[in-house]
């Protein structure tokens, strides 16, 4: 039985980490480089599970997202559900729905994400110590009808190529959801 006062702390962890999610499409919709750096550990890897996205140690992360941010105009970043899993007292894993209105590229693009998230606490509070995102879809908006019957449904980089997920409509199975469940 926990007390109290380790009830009412994990619930300040759990809306400090909810916090860092939002605040995240902030940063990206903002271009704030000083924010990148504050929302992720010094350590932290970003992923993407297309494999465009692969960096490690916060530098490399910002290098990432200043390549990013050159080929999008306004962004507008939005979350939806948010599970979070507390590991130990300060390390935590999430799983967050989100969607994003982007230019790109000069092409208006809708996009679906969902990122699983790695969580630590630092000496600053709660940060990204990785982030692999994924894709539904992330389409031109005249191609959103079209495209989201599709296979092809990731149309970010000028080629079709296969979304991420759902992962049961490419014939696997996620394992990692498991792991969420109660």
Not at 2 to 18: G, Q, V, Y
Not at 48 to 59: L, T
Not at 60 to 65: A, G, K, L, P
Not at 152 to 168: C, F, K, M, S
Request: net charge negative; glycine share 8%; hydrophobic share 40%.
């Amino acid at each position: 039985m926990t007390t109290l006062e380790e009830r009412i702390a994990r619930i300040e962890d759990r809306t400090e980490i909810a916090d860092l999610a939002v605040l995240y499409g902030y940063v990206m919709d903002e271009r704030d480089v000083d924010g990148i750096r504050r929302i992720f550990c010094d350590d932290a890897t970003l992923r993407s599970a297309d494999g465009v996205f692969a960096a490690s140690g916060i530098e490399e992360i910002v290098r990432t997202y200043e390549g990013r941010f050159a080929a999008l105009g306004p962004t507008n970043h939005f979350t939806h559900g948010h599970v979070i899993r507390f590991d130990g007292p300060d390390s935590a894993r999430g799983l967050l729905a989100s969607h994003a209105e982007v230019v790109r590229d000069e092409k208006p693009m809708l996009v679906a994400l969902r990122y699983q998230d790695s969580y630590r606490r630092t000496p600053e509070g709660w940060k990204f110590a990785d982030r692999l995102m994924s894709y539904m879809y992330y389409v031109d908006v005249r191609e959103y009808r079209e495209a989201l019957g599709t296979a092809l449904r990731v149309r970010a980089y000028g080629d079709q190529r296969p979304a991420d997920w759902p992962e049961v409509l490419n014939g696997t199975k996620p394992r990692w959801l498991a792991d969420y469940l109660r």
